[in-house]
């Protein structure tokens, strides 16, 4: 199996200025694939936002189970950490990041208030891996196209600060992966999930760990998908792609049967589905 790494300089230098401005902000809002909620939380974040209050926001919920999607919010809220799962598009969804962020500052703006300074609106960095779907959602909360929009990972390369209402301004920075993942399995769910460019990765690698998944927690979606019968699923993950290849009239071009598994289920033509477990009561969500 090739290895999957990808930090170019630009997001390295987006990290620093991350740095430099995280001073400015009063919340960081993180952004995360709710399809991978722990494989798509940069630690870099982590270590940059120290003790600001964070908001994670678990987009492309649409694509997701919302069943392991309800279980991730649950395991956020034992363990107080503000969440909340969206549809970036949904029309309610300015409304509701506005209003959790302002619960999460009350005690702060108060306080501010209190001490006779004008009220101001608050100031969020929007942090996120690529193509989780940012640039999407910031465009929906400024109301106009102000952040560049694209399904290829590594569109946003500055950051901008962009005015969403009289109640919040936030600070717009590029998806940026970390210098090294912590393991290959982080790297293939970022990449079956369109967070690292095509080019840097073998399809056939991430369409057998697709495979993996989807015949352990999805086998029906596959049987239905690529006509194939029960028998099949007892076939090795190589020799199933292979089947499905042969099934999609692909003959044996496995390549560009891998390429179709991965789109398949980018698009949800498996139906929705989340490669991170949420943890049970007492486990970790590493």
Same mark, same amino acid.
């Given at each position: 199996?090739?290895?999957?790494?990808?930090?170019?300089?630009?997001?390295?230098?987006?990290?620093?200025?991350?740095?430099?401005?995280?001073?400015?902000?009063?919340?960081?809002?993180?952004?995360?694939?709710?399809?991978?909620?722990?494989?798509?939380?940069?630690?870099?974040?982590?270590?940059?936002?120290?003790?600001?209050?964070?908001?994670?926001?678990?987009?492309?919920?649409?694509?997701?189970?919302?069943?392991?999607?309800?279980a991730w919010l649950s395991y956020y809220r034992e363990h107080q950490q503000?969440?909340?799962?969206?549809?970036?598009?949904?029309?309610?969804?300015?409304?509701?990041?506005? !209003?959790?962020?302002?619960?999460?500052? &009350?005690? %702060? /703006? +108060?306080?501010?208030? #209190?001490?006779?300074? *004008?009220?101001?609106?608050?100031?969020?960095?929007?942090?996120?891996?690529?193509?989780?779907?940012?640039?999407?959602?910031?465009?929906?909360?400024?109301?106009?196209?102000?952040?560049?929009?694209?399904?290829?990972?590594?569109?946003?390369?500055?950051?901008?600060?962009?005015?969403?209402?009289?109640?919040?301004?936030?600070?717009?920075?590029?998806?940026?992966?970390?210098? !090294?993942?912590?393991?290959?399995?982080? &790297?293939? %769910? /970022? +990449?079956?999930?369109? #967070?690292?460019?095509? *080019?840097?990765?073998?399809?056939?690698?991430?369409?057998?760990?697709?495979?993996?998944?989807?015949?352990?927690?999805?086998?029906?979606?596959?049987?239905?998908?690529?006509?194939?019968?029960d028998a099949d699923l007892d076939l090795s993950d190589v020799d199933l792609?292979?089947?499905?290849?042969?099934?999609?009239?692909?003959?044996?071009?496995?390549?560009?049967?891998?390429?179709?598994?991965?789109?398949?289920?980018?698009?949800?033509?498996?139906?929705?589905?989340?490669?991170?477990?949420?943890?049970?009561?007492?486990?970790?969500?590493?």
């Amino acid at each position: 199996m090739s290895t999957i790494q990808w930090f170019p300089g630009h997001m390295a230098k987006a990290i620093r200025q991350m740095e430099e401005n995280v001073h400015l902000v009063d919340i960081v809002f993180e952004l995360v694939d709710a399809r991978i909620p722990a494989a798509s939380r940069n630690p870099e974040v982590a270590r940059i936002a120290q003790n600001k209050p964070h908001l994670i926001i678990l987009t492309k919920k649409d694509l997701a189970d919302p069943q392991q999607t309800a279980a991730w919010l649950s395991y956020y809220r034992e363990h107080q950490q503000p969440a909340i799962a969206i549809d970036s598009r949904a029309n309610v969804t300015p409304k509701q990041i506005t !209003k959790i962020a302002l619960d999460i500052l &009350a005690d %702060k /703006l +108060a306080a501010e208030q #209190a001490k006779g300074l *004008k009220e101001r609106p608050m100031r969020a960095m929007t942090v996120g891996v690529p193509n989780v779907g940012k640039s999407t959602l910031l465009n929906h909360l400024v109301n106009r196209k102000a952040a560049q929009v694209g399904d290829t990972p590594g569109v946003t390369k500055g950051q901008q600060w962009l005015r969403s209402s009289k109640h919040l301004e936030l600070l717009d920075t590029p998806g940026i992966l970390w210098p !090294k993942f912590k393991d290959q399995e982080t &790297a293939q %769910k /970022l +990449a079956l999930t369109g #967070a690292i460019k095509e *080019k840097l990765y073998a399809k056939d690698d991430v369409a057998l760990y697709a495979l993996g998944f989807f015949r352990q927690y999805h086998a029906s979606a596959l049987l239905e998908r690529y006509h194939l019968n029960d028998a099949d699923l007892d076939l090795s993950d190589v020799d199933l792609l292979l089947k499905i290849t042969e099934k999609v009239g692909m003959r044996d071009d496995y390549e560009r049967a891998s390429e179709r598994l991965i789109l398949d289920a980018r698009r949800k033509k498996l139906g929705g589905f989340t490669l991170d477990r949420a943890p049970q009561a007492g486990e970790s969500g590493e």
